[in-house]
């Protein structure tokens, strides 16, 4: 009987131990009202703690940002600021078309101060505060360092830069890899973790259920209390952009003095930029060059038709010397 006590003791004091670290380890939990998972609908058309706009279509298994249809703007933003200080951010997409050699534009992975404007930058706003990671399906073929295509790449801005979309946003960017992610038969993935100032972006685009990192990039300071979003764009090319879920974590992590930092009001940065690829664009001929090969072609021309002329000349000459030997 008092062996029964002593076990139950026990029993009850590793319950309460387990609960208590339950408590302290609340981090290692998904932050709900900062992620969205099947079964998307609310009551009505809403969608808890997302509002959606533009082209976005919610159905059972999917929210389509796009269609593959041209000129199309689709964009899904979380409304509840985040205070998370390191987190990572897990999205299950699809981006698939017709298109077999053309496909366009891409859709964007946004922590940014405002949300819900639309703009040129794959849906969102140019010249905003925050974090966007961008995975491009289109390029420019602009400049002398041409990368791979699907790109992805990210971009710090604390509301002075401009995207240059003719220069594929290289000369803003802080990172990016190629890796292809469209039109593919299984699951695609990626992640964006933010941890003490360094991101890192990581992919599972192999069906492997395993990361493969793409860029990590230290410095990087981002306030807090800003919105995820995800947005994504079509011109005269086009693709499905779907969005299957989206989780962010709180990483538990050891206390450092650096967390208890006050980022609230702190303008987004970045310590290191990517060399910029120079945008080189498309030879204009001057008037006199075009003058100049107008000349040359009359003057080929010409000489064509002079030896023409010549040729049947000689011809004739020749037929009318052969008829004159038979007689």
């Not at 319950?15 to 009551?43: C, F």
């Not at 990172?175 to 699951?187: E, K, P, Q, T, V």
């Not at 919105?227 to 090319?237: N, P, Q, R």
Request: glycine letters at 6%; a negative charge; hydrophobic letters at 35%.
């Amino acid at each position: 009987m008092y062996k029964m006590n002593v076990i139950s003791c026990l029993i009850l004091i590793i319950s309460v131990l387990e609960l208590v670290v339950a408590e302290w380890n609340t981090k290692d939990y998904m932050k709900r009202e900062h992620s969205l998972i099947r079964p998307y609908q609310g009551s009505g058309m809403t969608i808890p703690y997302w509002d959606f706009m533009g082209s976005t279509m919610v159905t059972n298994n999917y929210i389509r940002l796009t269609p593959d249809q041209q000129s199309k703007q689709g964009a899904i933003w979380n409304s509840v600021p985040c205070y998370v200080r390191n987190w990572e951010l897990q999205v299950h997409f699809k981006v698939h078309g017709k298109g077999k050699d053309l496909f366009g534009d891409g859709f964007a992975i946004w922590y940014a101060k405002e949300r819900l404007k639309i703009g040129p930058v794959f849906g969102n706003q140019d010249y905003f505060q925050g974090l966007a990671i961008i995975l491009d399906t289109y390029s420019n073929h602009n400049g002398p360092h041409n990368h791979q295509h699907p790109y992805i790449s990210a971009m710090v801005n604390n509301g002075s830069l401009h995207y240059d979309h003719d220069r594929d946003g290289t000369h803003t960017q802080i990172a990016g890899c190629g890796s292809n992610f469209r039109n593919l038969d299984h699951d695609t993935h990626i992640s964006v973790r933010y941890e003490r100032d360094t991101l890192t972006v990581s992919t599972d685009f192999a069906n492997k259920a395993a990361w493969t990192e793409c860029f990590s990039v230290k410095d990087i300071k981002l306030p807090t209390g800003y919105y995820f979003g995800l947005t994504a764009t079509t011109g005269d090319l086009s693709d499905n952009h779907d969005i299957l879920s989206i989780r962010l974590f709180e990483l538990d992590l050891p206390n450092d003095p650096r967390d208890q930092e006050d980022r609230s009001n702190i303008l987004p940065s970045a310590a290191y930029f990517d060399a910029p690829r120079e945008h080189v664009d498309d030879p204009k001929q001057s008037t006199l060059s075009r003058v100049m090969f107008f000349l040359l072609m009359l003057a080929g021309a010409l000489a064509l038709i002079a030896c023409v002329v010549i040729g049947i000349m000689w011809y004739q000459k020749r037929q009318e010397n052969s008829r004159k030997r038979l007689y």
